[in-house]
């Protein structure tokens, strides 16, 4: 199939809301082209799944390559193999929810739609890029729409948060920019420089080189992903902004940042990937810790969910610091899940928030008792942050886990340990929540006439728990979905470790 | 010989003729509406730009010291260009203006000026087009003629551009006394480095850096900015420029090549001083014209790291990063302009709320700005990327570095007024602007040139096969 679909549907939805007129055509257009990516997302998976087993054992498939700026060794290349078929999935759950919940937006509607769709241009351009300058370009592309979506529908100190979020980003990609540059001019491709991640793995980059340059791609995609101390932008800029775009910030964008670290940082550098580990798994273990604290703390459920994201992307870190098989394979699941339990998580928080008017704890109680579904959902996300067996995030975390105690090293298994203790405090905080919120007497009585989802908002927490369940059941079809592909960049950090 | 006059002159030829034909206008005395003189003339310069494309051709004239290239003619229809757009926002300014014709014979003149200064083979050449440049220039930034501050402009600049003159003529003396030559093409052969020669070339250098607003010779810029007309800022930050950075590429990479590890470190030092003075005083500035006179500033930093790059690379990026740059600047100076010239108000702080009254305005600025900050899909990030990876294939990565964390403040300025725009909320707003014709057209292009240049490649493959 041609990828450059996946470009092409969202280009033509968003052109097609510029003339529509009204909240109901635009909604309409949004949902359309969502729904028409959503579908050629399932079938992508399902070309790609037919070409492996009639036996293609391409590192990438359906592998497009145009010439774009010639004179620099520039290419529009695209290709994708399980690993970037599982993040073009979560985003098209993501988006599709996304629209879903914003069934009302009526505040400047036009604009809000169009930006949310060029988002997630931005995201399944990344997703398929095998060209480090377009990978750089779609990195790019979705920070100026996540800095008006803030700063314009957002809520609460939403003009500091969404420059706070543009700035920080904006350094990340300056970061990761320096480290291409010098992966691009160091490195030798049949006498040329290049950009092309497949001619640049096949090479091997002079050890000196990524020793140099591995810091500033790590960091600067770690930005995107919350490493520590690089995640202040996280709470605040999830916290501020409306709930699609939460959704598409915690569940999308974040992703970019680890992709980033797994196939440029890691896949392209992995001698340097090897020397630095330790440090990965300190600022990853830091963040973890970190995070699930700061969670303890808060008492707004937008906040909650934020400090706790940066937690659960540190295992994703984790995942990739411990250079395990297993590990990768974690992190590329709690990617996924975490992509999908977080979307969910702020979807119903947005839903509370549209009757109650608050996010605080303290001034919300037995939801369930007015409104079953919603809450229901709530404690369906709150088990899977959790870690419940059967749910998403228990694969997750436990194959993480798993992959990391394969080090035996008592450093890292030290690590492990203490990422592993920051499950009881996320109980703690889930528990904590879900239990004021959902259960308890109800505390405000105007309260009592809240109405319960109504069908947009059931179809959206359906699609994104349907997501969760699949791979909380039948992990094993994520996991032989993305094997390939961990299995390639594992052939190659094995090869320096050795 | 005729032959070769009429077509290597072709454009120089053009300009002129606008000229005498406005003089002609002028001295007969009949009686024309603004209006139709100025649509008559942006028909003539839109002739001058199309002609420029044809019958494009290598050669050199009177004793060499004038020259003609596909590159130069290139570089001149990128400055007709600039002139044109600057030529249809001017509409509503100049529409009830006293000196029409005035203004566009002064405009033309240091149009004129520029296409020498580019043609030129010779420093003494090199010099009139510059000065021919200049002089008019300080005349139009007085044009305002009931505002003080455009006296003050104009005098402030012609100060400074007489000062740097003298600067680039000491320099030029130096030059000859030690090469014995004023010949671009002989001059190489003749340096070798002697610490007379090191110093004339530092006056020179200092003299461009004048002319571009380089840090530390860029003291001028924001005052000049701020009094003068809007339309003359956008053409001294854009054509004026631009026209500078051509030659100073050109000299640079072809006269003082073997000076080339003396001159990167300058380039070098200068362009980092730039962006960084550049950008922590762009940070703080309340008026719009001044805010855009020193994010300016911080770009003549950014293109000075290409020319650093000392490679085909470097000059390609450079000459594309103008092109990029004449739209995005031009976009948010024809805002700028329109905004100006019907309302009077140019302060950040005015246009808070810009985009309930002025939404297609506001997204045209917000392009503009994008573009400036280098964000994609827009032109600018394709410009920035290919300056810094000019300057990256050098290996001095900390400068890479330091420049491109540089990108955040210039990134926080720019959005600051996306924020004020989209986000904050005013009492008075700016009304409702009804634009006329000409302006519309002018965003139009270059909106259309921000979003096409990056995203087709065929612009840069274009210059990068006129250098070769």
């Known amino acids: 199939m041609n990828l450059s679909l996946l470009l092409i549907v969202p280009l033509i939805t968003a052109l097609g809301i510029l003339p529509a007129k009204g909240l109901k055509q635009v909604r309409a257009i949004a949902m359309a082209g969502a729904a028409v990516q959503f579908l050629l997302c399932g079938f992508l998976l399902f070309a790609y799944l037919q070409e492996r087993a009639s036996g293609n054992t391409a590192a990438f498939l359906f592998e497009d390559d145009y010439s774009w700026y010639a004179a620099l060794n520039i290419h529009y290349h695209i290709g994708v193999d399980g690993i970037s078929i599982a993040m073009i999935l979560l985003t098209a759950f993501v988006v599709l929810a996304g629209v879903l919940v914003s069934w009302k937006m009526e505040k400047m509607n036009k604009e809000f739609f169009f930006l949310l769709i060029f988002l997630s241009l931005g995201a399944y351009g990344y997703f398929i890029s095998l060209d480090l300058f377009t990978l750089f370009f779609f990195l790019e592309v979705a920070v100026i729409p996540k800095f008006l979506l803030i700063g314009i529908w957002g809520s609460g100190k939403k003009e500091y948060s969404a420059m706070k979020l543009a700035l920080m980003l904006m350094g990340g990609s300056a970061l990761v920019f320096v480290g291409l540059a010098g992966v691009y001019f160091n490195t030798d491709v049949n006498g040329a420089h290049s950009f092309d991640i497949t001619q640049l793995s096949a090479v091997n980059i002079p050890v000196d080189v990524q020793e140099l340059f591995f810091p500033f791609a790590f960091i600067g995609f770690g930005v995107f992903t919350a490493l520590f101390p690089f995640h202040t932008w996280v709470p605040d800029g999830h916290s501020s902004a409306p709930t699609a775009a939460s959704m598409f910030l915690a569940g999308i964008s974040m992703k970019l940042g680890g992709y980033g670290c797994l196939r440029v940082a890691t896949f392209l550098m992995p001698a340097a990937a090897h020397e630095y580990s330790p440090i990965i798994v300190a600022l990853s273990c830091i963040a973890i810790l970190y995070g699930a604290f700061a969670t303890m703390m808060q008492t707004d459920l937008k906040y909650i969910n934020a400090y706790s994201s940066v937690s659960h992307c540190g295992f994703v870190l984790l995942g990739i610091g411990m250079l395990t098989k297993t590990s990768i394979d974690g992190a590329v699941l709690q990617m996924v899940s975490h992509g999908l339990m977080t979307a969910l998580f702020f979807a119903v928080i947005g839903m509370i928030y549209e009757r109650a008017h608050t996010r605080e704890v303290a001034r919300l109680g037995g939801l369930l008792k007015v409104m079953p579904f919603i809450s229901t959902v709530f404690v369906i996300a709150g088990l899977c942050s959790l870690g419940l067996p059967g749910l998403s995030g228990f694969v997750a975390e436990m194959t993480v886990f798993m992959g990391s105690w394969e080090n035996a090293d008592s450093y890292y298994r030290i690590a492990t340990i203490l990422s592993c203790a920051s499950i009881v405090v996320t109980a703690v905080y889930i528990l904590r929540a879900t239990g004021k919120v959902i259960n308890g007497p109800i505390v405000d009585k105007t309260h009592l006439s809240f109405t319960d989802a109504s069908w947009n908002e059931r179809l959206a927490a359906g699609l994104l728990i349907v997501g969760v369940l699949i791979i909380g059941i039948t992990p094993f079809l994520l996991k032989d979905l993305i094997n390939p592909g961990t299995a390639a960049i594992m052939t190659k950090i094995l090869g320096v470790i050795k | ?468």
């Not at chain 2, 077509?7 to 005395?29: A, N, W």
């Open chain 2, 1 to 468: 010989m005729l032959n070769d006059f009429l077509i290597l002159m072709k454009q120089e030829l053009l300009v002129t003729v606008i000229i005498f034909l406005l003089l002609f206008k002028k001295v007969s005395g009949r009686e024309w509406s603004n209006v139709s003189l100025m649509n008559f003339v942006n028909v003539l310069l839109v002739i001058n730009l199309v002609s420029g494309f044809f019958m494009q051709q290598t050669g050199t004239l009177f004793g060499d010291m004038f020259r003609s290239s596909e590159l130069l003619s290139f570089e001149k229809n990128l400055l007709s260009l600039g002139t044109l757009i600057i030529s249809l926002q001017s509409y509503n300014w100049l529409k009830d203006h006293k000196h029409v014709a005035e203004f566009y014979m002064l405009l033309l003149s240091t149009l004129l000026g520029m296409f020498f200064m580019l043609s030129s083979n010779n420093l003494l050449m090199f010099y009139l087009g510059l000065e021919l440049s200049t002089i008019p220039l300080a005349a139009l930034a007085n044009f305002d003629l009931d505002k003080k501050k455009s006296s003050e402009a104009a005098f402030k600049m012609i100060i400074s551009s007489a000062f740097s003159s003298g600067l680039l003529l000491f320099g030029i003396s130096l030059l000859y006394g030690t090469t014995g030559t004023l010949s671009f093409g002989e001059i190489p052969a003749h340096i070798s480095g002697t610490p007379l020669q090191v110093f004339s070339f530092i006056l020179l250098f200092a003299g461009f850096g004048f002319k571009i607003s380089a840090v530390p010779f860029h003291l001028w810029t924001a005052d000049v900015y701020e009094g003068a007309p809007v339309a003359v800022t956008s053409y001294l930050s854009v054509i004026s420029k631009g026209a500078i950075l051509f030659v100073m590429v050109s000299v640079l990479y072809n006269v003082f090549t073997p000076l080339s590890g003396t001159w990167y470190n300058m380039v070098f030092l200068i362009s980092l001083l730039t962006i960084i003075t550049g950008n922590l005083f762009a940070l703080r500035q309340e008026n719009i014209k001044r805010f855009l006179a020193f994010s300016s500033i911080a770009q003549v930093g950014f293109i000075l790291i290409g020319i650093s790059g000392q490679s085909v690379d470097g000059t390609a990026s450079v000459i594309y990063f103008v092109l990029i740059y004449i739209f995005s600047n031009l976009a948010a100076f024809g805002v700028v302009n329109l905004v100006s010239a019907l309302t009077g108000k140019e302060n950040i702080d005015d246009y808070r709320a810009f985009y309930k009254t002025n939404p297609l305005l506001s997204w045209v600025l917000a392009i503009a700005l994008f573009s400036l900050a280098g964000v994609p899909p827009t032109a600018g990030f394709f410009g920035k990327f290919f300056l810094f990876l000019a300057g990256a294939a050098k290996g001095n990565y900390l400068f890479i570095a330091i420049a491109a964390l540089n990108m955040i403040i210039s990134f926080y300025y720019y959005l600051r007024i996306i924020k004020a725009m989209f986000m904050d909320a005013n009492d008075r707003p700016i009304p409702k602007l009804e634009t006329s014709f000409s302006p519309k057209a002018s965003l139009f292009i270059c909106v259309a040139g921000i979003v096409v240049t990056g995203l087709a490649s065929g612009g840069y493959a274009y210059i990068h096969s006129l250098l070769k």
